[in-house]
């Protein structure tokens, strides 16, 4: 073997070692990264029932219901809205302080196939002015907020989401 088709072998061999580790930290990579989506975003996108994301919206005024998992750990069922969509969410653990209902929340978890939200973490906002920007965006696609219009009402006034009236069955 000559000298040119050493080199070209060290090269190319280097190449594909390069493009391996490349290939396995994206990969990795990708395996961590956590997705924002608002209800609406899980209604059109279907994300897979293995795939955690931070799902972002309002707690539904009247939603939210607290109890005791068979354990005896606390437990919260509540809905998280972006106006048009409304997911359900289950959480086992400590609400935050500043958890309410008519607030932003962003949580963490997983969808289940039954389209109950498992959530892992909430995360609540910090004071009367604070709003998650990934909630803010979802606002603002869904018409409750026009960013033209000013700034963002208190969270106490511009909450007017109700919960949606069952339907009648029969």
């Given at each position: 073997?000559?000298?040119?088709?050493?080199?070209?072998?060290?090269?190319?061999?280097?190449?594909?070692?390069?493009?391996?580790?490349?290939?396995?930290?994206?990969?990795?990579?990708?395996?961590?990264?956590?997705?924002?989506?608002?209800?609406?975003?899980?209604?059109?996108?279907?994300?897979?029932?293995?795939?955690?994301?931070?799902?972002?919206?309002?707690?539904?005024?009247?939603?939210?219901?607290?109890?005791?998992?068979?354990?005896?750990?606390?437990?919260?069922?509540?809905?998280?809205?972006?106006?048009p969509v409304t997911i359900p969410v289950t959480y086992v653990g400590v609400l935050p302080d500043l958890?309410?209902?008519?607030q932003g929340v962003v949580a963490l978890g997983k969808l289940g196939r039954d389209g109950q939200?498992?959530?892992?973490?909430?995360?609540?906002?910090?004071?009367?002015?604070?709003?998650?920007?990934?909630?803010?965006?979802?606002?603002?696609?869904?018409?409750?907020?026009?960013?033209?219009?000013?700034?963002?009402?208190?969270?106490?006034?511009?909450?007017?989401?109700?919960?949606?009236?069952?339907?009648?069955?029969?």
């Amino acid at each position: 073997m000559t000298r040119k088709q050493r080199r070209i072998w060290i090269v190319l061999l280097a190449g594909l070692g390069l493009g391996t580790a490349t290939a396995l930290t994206l990969t990795a990579f990708q395996d961590n990264l956590v997705f924002f989506l608002a209800p609406s975003d899980i209604a059109s996108r279907n994300p897979g029932p293995e795939r955690a994301f931070r799902l972002g919206g309002l707690v539904e005024s009247g939603s939210l219901a607290r109890g005791e998992t068979p354990e005896g750990k606390p437990e919260a069922r509540f809905r998280v809205t972006d106006g048009p969509v409304t997911i359900p969410v289950t959480y086992v653990g400590v609400l935050p302080d500043l958890f309410r209902e008519g607030q932003g929340v962003v949580a963490l978890g997983k969808l289940g196939r039954d389209g109950q939200f498992r959530a892992s973490e909430v995360l609540a906002r910090h004071d009367e002015t604070y709003m998650p920007p990934e909630v803010a965006d979802a606002l603002k696609r869904s018409g409750h907020w026009d960013p033209a219009k000013g700034a963002p009402p208190p969270a106490a006034t511009w909450n007017t989401l109700a919960p949606k009236p069952e339907k009648q069955g029969g």
